[in-house]
């Protein structure tokens, strides 16, 4: 028990640490909320062509693990968050998350330059298809892969 | 392009709502990042059984989204960290992660008390598949299933 | 390009070797068709509880690949129509698979007794999720878990 | 419990549709199973770039479910093999399939001509991501994207 302790309860020191962080409350539905601001600031959309939408995000420190790697995470909620972004752009109904996959092909660091495409896949029903792509974009290196697929509740009206 | 400048990158305003946070460095391999911090503070290990781990989590403001449900990245936070966790109390090789995905079934809102249950699913070489299940504690609704997979780098050696 | 040929494509002898085979046609949307009677023959139905689906089946010679272990792609079957008979079952809207995902854990032979359980995991809109284990009935052990999500086409109307 | 009994086994009458077949044994590591030339017979390589395999694949009617339709099943045996072709042309190690993911987005029937297009998105250790695109030829419409990763055993002599 105490290993499990030890790997995900944080220790006094590491409260410490960061205690003095207030993290403020958002007006819900109309504000981005601490999570997406600590997630995502300093992306940056570059360009968008139809049903593709290509971003770019210099890794910072914040979203780093133990080793100082960008965090398994920090890369789902990009898949999240850029996947949600093009079916939004593309005005496809996108309410909810129904599922999300991942595969980590190789890491990066802190101060990485990574160049992030979200994709359309189709659509069927209320439901889409996206697919995100996480590479350094230096070396073109495939970082991870990600599928999220999205069900838009009130399908009908659009 | 408005649209997805929009949706993914943050206003002046809600930049500055956090600009006076800072963000502390950490030492590599031997500290919890902030992301760590930032992803787990207040879960709480409350039991181990061969293969398993049960923890508990309230849901922090920290980690809701626009809606103020729990942000899809911070559930995947969880089944990467709390997989991570029952295949490091196992003793299984675990250096990696190789592949996620996670189903999305409900969800939560800031308060809710959360139950999380890694469990071990099997061993093949040094690879390691684990399933982890976020539950609402006091309904026992199923918020999300998630696996895990890992596989260790140095997996002759073990 | 001969490698790739080699690999996915049969050689006269493979080819000549089952020639003679003829698959039946079947009436859309009244009789199985040859797909299911090849992929599901044998499979037995022991018990249903609320949201769980208990079958076994025995590892049939003609789901096993060039190493006489049961195919992955086999074991998608498997997680595909057990995941859609606990839905079928529980009277939820099933129309369409959107996603499936596996992770294969160990292998089976031909001849090997599997248990396989199909659960509902929960339900959001239309959208059903569904967990399907596959296990060594003699040894326990875990071969395959799979998710499967299907979402019915005519949700407004259940 | 009648319903699964209904949904999964068969009936005597489609049992005896088929009942004739007989299905020829293999030599192990040697021939291709029956398995795959059921799954595969008719696929044809096109073309090969680096990391990627172009293939063709009229649907057949004997991989096509109750309603006539190519079988989520098929998709997945699809997605095995032409992720596996794949890794092997490119000289990875590819022993062991540890998960497999799959979007489905559209369908497709008997007498369609499908592409279908294997990729290797990355490599970790031994460790091989691909990715496979199943689309309608005719139309560009994607079916399918699914992910496929391979595990070399012995990954240390490469």
Do not use: W
Request: proline content about 4%.
């Amino acid at each position: 028990m105490e290993k499990a302790k030890a790997f995900l309860e944080l220790t006094q020191g590491e409260s410490d640490r960061v205690s003095s962080l207030a993290f403020p409350p958002h007006r819900l539905g109309t504000e981005c909320s601490f999570y997406e601001y600590y997630s995502l600031r300093g992306i940056r959309v570059d360009r968008i062509e139809p049903g593709q939408v290509f971003c770019t995000f210099k890794v910072p420190p914040r979203l780093t693990d133990r080793e100082g790697k960008l965090a398994s995470g920090a890369i789902a909620n990009l898949v999240d968050e850029v996947g949600g972004a093009v079916v939004y752009v593309e005005g496809l109904p996108m309410n909810v998350s129904v599922d999300m996959s991942i595969s980590f092909l190789s890491s990066a660091k802190a101060g990485d330059e990574l160049e992030i495409i979200g994709r359309v896949l189709g659509q069927k029903g209320g439901y889409s298809g996206t697919s995100v792509l996480v590479k350094n974009k230096t070396t073109g290196e495939l970082i991870a892969e990600g599928r999220h697929s999205l069900f838009g509740k009130h399908a009908s009206k659009m």
